[in-house]
């Protein structure tokens, strides 16, 4: 079982519509969570970071984390052509882990939005 | 401004050479990483450095070694030994490899292609 997953897509939405974005993870004493953004044959650029059980919101992002579930989510209000990427669900393993605070990576969910 | 640079930004190799990808970080990090990108996947650790001439293997480096004799330094030497080197190379570096929130900053990424 992968540690993190998420379904890798595509996922389609017209502009201006809200983007739900999922993942799961396997290691329950996982701490932080943080969704990336990656455009085409660029490097990951961090666009929310979540700790605590509950929503956390960050202008047109909301993170969302259920740790009863190990499920984190994003949600992309008004959604933009420019939101089209793949994002990039992580989360930081435990301590006492071999890597201590090793990030580990899902494979990332396509976003395509049409205008 | 502060940031990491990667280069080259691609590079061409055939088989059985050894290449060095090169990682600067001038944000005054401590912790440094390497990792590697194949599409459809997520990003797998090769290794990490937590301090100067100290580093640690991730989850693939195999056919892989790397270097830490400055702190704004980690360069990457991918070997013959490395099967399927072809591949996105992405540096990274983080305040401390401990702190809790452990946020990467990623350099541009580097383009390995073997011939």
């Known amino acids: 079982q992968k540690e993190v997953e998420q379904n890798s897509g595509p996922l389609s939405v017209p502009e201006g519509a809200i983007a739900s974005l999922n993942c799961t993870y396997s290691?329950?004493?996982?701490?932080?969570f943080f969704w990336y953004r990656q455009y085409s044959g660029k490097s990951p650029e961090l666009i929310m970071s979540?700790?605590?059980?509950g929503d956390k919101e960050d202008g047109r992002f909301t993170a969302q984390l259920n740790k009863a579930s190990q499920y984190v989510s994003l949600l992309i209000r008004d959604s933009q052509p420019s939101d089209s990427a793949t994002y990039l669900c992580?989360?930081?393993?435990?301590?006492?882990?071999?890597?201590?605070?090793?990030?580990?990576f899902g494979a990332g969910t396509i976003l395509r939005v049409k205008s | 401004d502060g940031g990491i640079t990667q280069s080259p930004k691609y590079l061409f190799r055939k088989e059985g050479q050894n290449v060095t990808l090169s990682c600067e970080q001038n944000?005054?990090?401590?912790?440094m990483y390497w990792y590697r990108q194949d599409p459809g996947q997520g990003l797998r650790l090769i290794y990490y450095?937590?301090?100067?001439?100290?580093?640690q293997k991730g989850d693939i480096a195999e056919g892989y070694s790397v270097s830490r004799e400055k702190k704004e330094s980690f360069p990457l030497t991918v070997t013959s030994a490395q099967k399927n080197p072809t591949a996105f190379y992405l540096c990274?570096?983080?305040?401390?490899?401990?702190?809790?929130?452990?946020?990467?900053?990623f350099g541009a990424g580097s383009r390995l292609t073997v011939l």
């Open positions: 979540i700790y605590s059980n």
């Open positions: 992580a989360a930081r393993t435990g301590p006492g882990r071999e890597y201590g605070n090793k990030l580990v």
């Open positions: 990274a570096s983080s305040i401390s490899h401990k702190t809790g929130a452990n946020v990467l900053t």
């Open positions: 944000l005054n990090h401590d912790a």
């Open positions: 450095s937590q301090i100067v001439n100290d580093f």
């Open positions: 290691d329950r004493v996982s701490q932080s």
